[in-house]
Antibody, heavy 119, light 105 residues
Framework: QVQLVQSGAEVKKPGASVKISCKAS????????ITWLRQAPTHGPEWMGW????????NFAQKVQGRVTMTRDTSTSTVYMELRSLTSDDSAIYYC????????????WGQGTLVTVSS | IVMTQSPATLYVSPGERATLSCRAS??????LAWYQQKPGLAPRLLIY???TRATGIPARFSGSGSETEFTLTISSLQAEDFAVYYC????????FGQGTKLEIK
């Protein structure tokens, strides 16, 4: 069965960076890209970006462009998302997700990683 | 593209029908998905391509609409259906609505 398992909760100070992992299993890793989304309390999810697991190509939302890096390790079927220069506005639950049934809809999700940015 | 969902909260009794609306600020054709989210869990895909049920989704969930107006209907509410529902367009990048919370009346 398809599973996406994310790393644990993080607490960071403003200006710091956070790096979250997402380990995929139950399918051929390089067949489907990984999308990162985040969700602030009482808000809908927000798309952050996407990485191709086959060649590492990326696309990022304008809102985080320049502060975000996404990488993948095909030997461990793991994708990483690093967000730099954190502010309190970056406090949210971060999810990785993949699109299997149709491109651009998210049918498999990780369990989420809570990131809290606080001084 | 801005996605606007209404109402923000919907009160419905178990066994009754629930109708949730989603409006796009410009046409998204039929590139519209619906998700269900329960507290502490990730969103779950219910509907994609405006009206296609995802794998394992019960037939009481149905989607309709195109261009800018979309509806999610739950025909006979079960206890496990009370949750927050989001629409998502994927015609021009990706944006989600702010959600409709379905509460027990």
């Amino acid at each position: 069965q398809v599973q996406l398992v994310q790393s644990g909760a993080e607490v960071k100070k403003p200006g710091a960076s956070v790096k979250i992992s997402c380990k995929a299993s139950g399918y051929t890793f390089t067949d489907y890209g990984i999308t990162w989304l985040r969700q602030a309390p009482t808000h809908g999810p927000e798309w952050m970006g996407w990485i191709s697991t086959s060649n590492g190509n990326t696309n990022f939302a304008q809102k985080v462009q320049g502060r975000v890096t996404m990488t993948r390790d095909t030997s461990t079927s793991t994708v990483y998302m690093e967000l730099r220069s954190l502010t309190s506005d970056d406090s949210a639950i971060y999810y990785c997700a993949s699109s299997h049934v149709e491109a651009d809809v998210f049918d498999f999700w990780g369990q989420g990683t809570l990131v809290t940015v606080s001084s | 593209i801005v996605m606007t969902q209404s109402p923000a909260t919907l009160y419905v009794s178990p066994g009754e029908r629930a109708t949730l609306s989603c409006r796009a600020s410009q046409s998204v054709r039929s590139r519209l998905a619906w998700y269900q989210q329960k507290p502490g869990l990730a969103p779950r895909l219910l509907i994609y391509a405006a009206s296609t049920r995802a794998t394992g989704i019960p037939a009481r969930f149905s989607g309709s609409g195109s261009e800018t107006e979309f509806t999610l209907t739950i025909s006979s509410l079960q206890a496990e259906d009370f949750a927050v529902y989001y629409c998502q367009q994927y015609n021009n990048w990706y944006t989600f609505g702010q959600g409709t919370k379905l509460e027990i009346k």
